[in-house]
């Protein structure tokens, strides 16, 4: 039969004591933002846990489309975030891989905006004064915000810049100038935004002013004869009449003037009359 000792040195020898270790347990992946531009920060992190009865070292991996590590020192049951910043440099889906967690995110290229340019007037064919509106619609069609400066053209020269409100893509702003042009002829309108334009050709026509014309018979009161020799003036125009009493003043504006019939002799009249528009 054994001693108690010796059952005792038995037991120990089968069974011996397990010394606490470090276990560490990885969770919890974070990649933000998961949609950056070009050249912008990512931040990838994971939460780590000693789970062991013991304090130890840990080396997180970070693998993928970036290869970077860090070390951890943890107590038992201590938690900790490791985390890692990448940059992505080229447009893609980047993949990340942390201690057998997996995720990805996406560049894109770095925003800019761009402009389409439409040109619209009140009239493709002005007579010379006249005013004319000017319609200008930008839209952005690039991929971030922009402020567009518009440049009014009128035959190669600079008539006019304005300075939209920010656009957002896909959106459309507008202004407006307005002009008039003194020459008669054919006028390109030009209108640039950045490197987007548009042109419209318009036909400024001259018109020749309507004229009137003043004109009557001068009698005799009495007899009603015609009145020979009569001086007709209007506006420092002068005219006699002829021997039917006929007078003719031509080619005056269109308006009311003040007309006077004298002849040495006789009484000076004065009255107002309007010139006839010309047939």
Known sequence: FATQEELNYH????????????????SDLV?????????????IACTVTNIGGEAGTKTIICTGDFVAQRTVTLAPGESTTVSFEVTPEVAKIYSVSVDGLYGSFE??????PAY???????NMNPEVGEKISCWIDITNIGTAPGTPIVSFYIDGALEA????LPISPGETGQTYV????????????RVEADTAFDELTIEVIEVVPKLANIYGVVTFKETGAPLEGVKASVDGRITYSNYNGAYRIENLTPRTYTMTLEKEGYETLWDTVKGRIQA
């Not at 037991?11 to 990885?26: G, L, N, R, S, Y």
């Not at 998961?34 to 931040?43: D, L, S």
């Not at 560049?107 to 800019?112: H, K, N, P, S």
């Open 178 to 189: 307005g002009f008039s042009l003194d020459i008669p002829g054919t006028h390109i309108l």
């Open 116 to 122: 389409s340019v439409a040109l619209e007037v009140s």
């Open 31 to 43: 990649i933000y933002p998961t949609q950056v531009m070009v050249g912008e920060t990512v931040i």
């Open 107 to 112: 560049a894109t290229e770095i925003g800019v």
């Open 161 to 164: 810049t304005r300075t939209l």
């Open 11 to 26: 037991i120990q020898t089968e069974h011996p004591e397990v010394p606490p270790v470090a276990e560490f347990e990885v």
